[in-house]
């Protein structure tokens, strides 16, 4: 491993690939038999299960609850919506037989012809159509509003070019669906969960994100309007990390959902989705790691604290192994998990290396010098910084001192981020600075043909407008035409 | 919803219909659009929320890990182990195209016939193949070993005749997959996860289960050995309620994952696996419930105290939330759920019979007259008893209630196996006794043609050879050839 490790590719030398390099290294996820398909192994899995379990506590704290709808999609569900199907349709799984049956010469099992479903079924890229045509027969009248429904599940879009986590054929993720009985409410619950999200990314994940509205063309399809949250990564593109959705009365008049409201009058029913996804295991890795590994916020490090002996004889690892029991019930008691590794076919240097690539925030080092004088070793992984301290007050010691990387983390990223947001007045400076990398706040004269020509010629997109940025009106620097405030362009993931 | 609830099929008019019913009525789940495939509804999947939960802290008891693979699986990945091929390829749900495009007529969206995949793809029905495809590349020496996996996914299986939890094309569940260096192993560990299912149906979900073996035309497609849980249904049916299959090399020799051992020779890797899914569910609701709605185990409960005031004006009502919201803190103080129903939408009968349908274990109910008296009415779930109580030490009386509430219904279910549990020795005495259903326990001669005679002429199937059973000797019921114990027997769901 300590070889390995000097196998991981510098950032500067190369961006993606050092991303590339430490999913696999760190054994976060790995690409599998079918293409466009990741495993996502045991310590990806062990960060996304701690994400999934804070987000189902901040869903279910905002009222909502969970349930699940079919993986497969009736084909003709989806050319309900004009635009969901262009933006939906198009690259999907499609499931057109139920069956298979011997090879007649012998060499396997193929598709039996007689197997050919009447109407195909598509699996799910997002899965409005089926819960709208489910919510059709849950909603008579404004007494069963809201319906405030969340699901945890895989989706599937054939994607051309895929990456670990950033853009994969199937991931998973969570799909809020909700149905309110006025638009205002419906607008409200959008607003709400991207504040869910933001709050989510940046005291949990320790990521930065500007919140915003995207533009009409970066909708999702079937919206009337799309709020994100883009995260800065260290190369300076945009990911863009979490969507909320204002879906209008667009599911609600495709799928005739329509209730008796107060005035007792029949009226179509408010929507919105939100999501996000395994994909926030990237933004994870990439906002804060380095050239020696993962760095993970201490409130999703699966673990927290690890702990290696060094010792020369049985009598000192008995010793060592003494107190290393009495720190880690302590620190178990504060809630903190802990990894005493005490394997003997391993060097230290070995394990030092590993859970620096693994991210593990605090590594602690008992030796029986240590033990002689009453001290012990610190790292932590942010800064790599060490320090001998007196082991007496060593447990609050280290739960101060996960607090402090949780908080320097997200600094750091955050100064990363305004080192790298630039105002820029002319197209000229746009493209030299593009180039560079960073956010960029532009005017914009809100026309999609200017938006496209921007796209075109410097591959930076708009990712959003943002909802707490400068509201000064400018002119476009495009086209010198009135500009109500700056938006973020970046190149993005 | 009380009218609603005296359309409940009673268990004695119509065992099956009452089940439905039940569903529907108490908002576990309902049928979808896409053919065998179900919605389950927040109520529903908060019980299996809760199931999740404790299973999944159980299999991390016991060392294992989560990880995720993928929902799609290559045709040919099927085909390489003979048994299993013949198990799960024939029933399937396979992805042929991976594009949609519009049709010609405007009429919607048709299959893009230039996007046909060269290998199709299968929805996994079970995922040993493509997880030992992976495993292949995960394991080299000993030092590898063991991996012990599990994974929370879902997973379909094209089903004629479907009903809701116990049979459904797509279900949820977990799979465990593990590798071990030695038979041994493999085999401990299969028995270790038989015993984790059966620590959990008894101790959570309070279904009382015979553990067993099957008999070889009932194992798993590709395993050596498979282990189950069996419960009795009110209506004296089994249900399969999980299994733990020792897979012995096969699924090694087909992937070709081989090990260095410890002494430094090449060797197949041993595997088991195990599963259980929402199937459990449907165990659940036929165990406890009965003609008035769903009985739930206290520790599966997703609301397990609901209080419902009854006052005529505020003044009352407002003491009324006064005392509840004490009463409530000090429940939740305990970790006890506890929703007060206070809408004054519905009469408090309608409120009754809807929590009773609902299976909440115990209702409290408070009004102004119990103000007065400082007393409160209880009633438990599984029982209908109600009575009252003094407001002072309530709190310890529901904690105490509700573990007697867990215990009963256990008891009660297991009194009524016991009752339902018949020794049987001749092949008249059986055909007779099957007809009233319950479990029998009679000799067979090992053979499988006399398992399928009887299950041609009685349908009733080999359950399992049990493992606590009575060891003595015996002469098969039907040909007189020698028997090494008595067999489980009964129909099944």
Redesign the interface.
Known sequence: MAKELKDLTKRADNYSQWYNDLVLKADLA?P???RG??????YG??IW?KMQRQLDDMFKETGH???????????????REAEH?EGF?????????????NAEDGS??V?DPSAKLEE????RPTSET?IW??YK?WIQSY?DLPIL?NQW??V?R?EMRTRLFLRTA?F?WQEGHTAHATREEAEEETVKMLHVYSDFAEQYMAVPVVKGVKTPSERFAGALETYTIEAMMQDGKALQSGTSHFLGQNFAKAFDVQFVNQENEMEYVWATSWGVSTRLMGALIMTHSDDNGLVLPPKLAPIQVVIIPIYRNEEQKKAIDQQVSEISKQLKGLGISVKYDDAD?KRPGFKFADYELKGVPVRLVLGARDLENSTIEVMRRDTLQKETRPLNGIVEYVKELLDDIQDSIYEKAYDFRTDNTFEVDTYDEFKEQIEKGGFILAHWDRTAETEELIKEETKATIRCIPLNGDKTPGKCMVTGKPSECRVVFARSY
Not at 65 to 79: D, E, G, R
Not at 89 to 101: G, I, M, N, Q
């Open positions: 790995e599998s038999a079918v398909c990741m495993v996502i192994k045991p899995y062990a299960e609850v969970n349930a699940y709808f079919p993986l497969l999609i009736p084909k003709s569900f989806l050319s199907v349709a198009k690259e999907c799984a499609v499931v057109t037989h139920y069956r298979l049956k396997g099992v598709v195909e079924l598509i699996i089926i045509n489910t027969n007494r429904c599940a895989n599937f054939w199937e998973l076919n």
